[in-house]
C-alpha cells in the first residue's frame, strides 16, 4: 500500500529527554516541551492513503458515493449504506446498537466511518482486511440489509444510468462484486474528519483551543492514558484492546482467536474525532456520556487475564475529568453540507 501523507516528520525523543525539556516562543507562556512533542504526533496529513491495488479516480469515486446513497442495495429498498453511517451524525447513526432489516437491533454499534482510510483493519472485531472486503458483510446479512449478492447484481445491470456509470469506470468488467467493491470503497476513504479547533490549536492558535481543554491535552497524554490506544490524528491505534467492559459471550477478536488471552474480549479502539457528537459509546453503545465513559476508565474495567495493561484506575478529580471533557469537545469539526447524489433510475 502506498501512504501519501505529504512529507509529515514526526520527531521522536526518549521519555526522559521530554521530561526536561521547555519551550519558550518569543512573547509566549512557557509550554512543556514534551507538550510540543506531543503536538507533533497529531498533525493532520496532507493527502489521503489509496492502495495500489484501487487508485482514486473522481469519477469512481462519484460512482461509490451512488452506491452508498442507495437503497436498492437493501431488500426492501428502504436501507443504503448511509442509514447506518448519515453524515448527518458524524457518519454514525446515533443508535446503541445498529437496527437493519430484521426484527430485533444487532449486537454491535454502527462504527462511524471517519478516517477510516488510515484504519489496518475494520469492523469492531478486525474481521475485515480492508475497506474494500466490507461491502458486502452487511449487504448480504439478513439481520442488515438482507439482499442476496445476485439479487444486487440484476438490480444495477437493470438500471442503464449505472451500467453506463460501471462502464465509464470499470470498462468491459461492467457490474461485479468486484466493481461495487472499489468503488464503495474509493468514496468511503474520502470520508475524512474535517478541521476541528484542536487541529488550528496543533498548527499554532494558540488561542483556537482553552485553558480547560489544553490540560485536558497534557491528561490525555499523561496521567489519564488514553494515548496508548488513542493515538496519532485519527486517535486511534487502530488494534485491539479489553478494556474491561465486555462480558459473557462478547468476546470480541477472541472469537477470531480463540487462543489467545490477550485477545478475548479485545475491540478495536475506535476514533475520537467527532466523539462529543457520536454518544452513546462503546462497541455495543453501553455507555451514555463522555463523562460516563471517563468515569469508566477511571475505575479501571474489570480485571482480569485480558484486560490491557494500559487500563487500571487513574486517580482522577473532578477537575481532570471536566478538562478531559474539555479536550475532547475540541476534536469535533463544525456541521458541513455533504451533497446527496441523484440516484440512476
Known amino acids: 500500500m502506498r501512504w501519501k501523507l505529504g512529507g509529515i516528520l514526526i520527531a521522536t525523543m526518549t521519555v526522559s529527554a521530554l521530561l526536561t525539556l521547555w519551550w519558550q516562543a518569543p512573547g509566549a507562556q512557557a509550554v512543556p516541551r514534551e507538550t510540543t512533542a506531543w503536538q507533533d504526533e497529531y498533525r493532520r496529513p496532507q493527502?489521503?492513503?489509496?492502495?495500489?491495488q484501487n487508485p482514486y479516480s473522481a469519477e469512481k469515486a462519484a460512482l461509490g458515493r451512488m452506491l452508498f446513497f442507495d437503497p436498492i442495495f437493501s431488500a426492501s429498498r428502504f436501507i443504503s449504506c448511509a442509514s447506518c453511517h448519515n453524515p448527518g451524525l458524524s457518519w454514525g447513526d446515533g443508535r446503541a446498537r445498529a437496527q437493519g432489516e430484521g426484527p430485533s437491533a444487532m449486537d454491535l454499534r454502527s462504527p462511524t466511518l471517519l478516517n477510516d482510510a488510515w484504519m489496518p483493519r475494520l469492523g469492531w472485531d478486525g474481521k475485515f482486511r480492508d475497506i474494500e472486503s466490507v461491502a458486502f458483510a452487511p449487504i448480504t446479512a439478513a439481520a442488515n440489509m438482507n439482499l442476496p449478492e445476485e439479487?444486487?447484481?440484476a438490480r444495477l445491470a437493470a438500471i442503464p444510468g449505472y451500467v453506463r456509470a460501471f462502464a465509464g469506470v470499470f470498462g468491459k468488467e461492467g457490474i461485479t462484486r468486484h466493481t461495487i467493491e472499489l468503488a464503495l470503497a474509493t468514496y468511503e476513504r474520502t470520508i475524512v474528519s474535517q478541521d476541528a479547533p484542536f487541529d488550528r490549536w496543533i498548527e499554532g492558535d494558540a488561542d483556537a483551543i482553552g485553558p480547560a481543554a489544553k490540560r485536558g491535552f497534557e491528561l490525555f497524554n499523561g496521567k489519564a492514558r488514553c494515548a496508548g490506544c488513542h493515538s496519532g490524528w485519527p486517535f486511534s491505534d487502530g488494534s485491539f484492546h479489553d478494556i474491561g467492559t465486555a462480558r459473557?459471550?462478547?468476546i470480541g477478536r477472541g472469537r477470531i482467536f480463540p487462543s489467545s488471552v490477550k485477545l478475548k474480549y479485545a475491540f478495536k479502539t475506535p476514533t475520537l474525532r467527532d466523539v462529543a457528537r457520536r454518544a452513546?459509546?462503546?462497541h455495543d453503545g453501553s455507555v451514555a456520556t463522555l463523562a460516563d465513559v471517563i468515569d469508566l476508565y477511571d475505575r479501571g474495567g474489570i480485571d482480569r487475564p485480558s484486560r490491557?495493561?494500559?487500563i487500571s484506575p487513574l486517580g482522577l478529580s473532578e477537575l481532570e475529568k471536566a478538562d478531559l471533557i474539555a479536550f475532547l469537545e475540541t476534536l469535533s469539526?463544525?456541521?458541513?453540507?455533504v451533497e446527496v447524489p441523484t440516484l440512476p433510475r
Open 151 to 153: 439479487t444486487l447484481l
Open 333 to 337: 469539526s463544525p456541521p458541513h453540507d
Open 280 to 282: 452513546p459509546y462503546m
Open 47 to 52: 493527502e489521503i492513503p489509496f492502495p495500489d
Open 308 to 310: 490491557s495493561e494500559l
Open 248 to 250: 459473557d459471550r462478547d
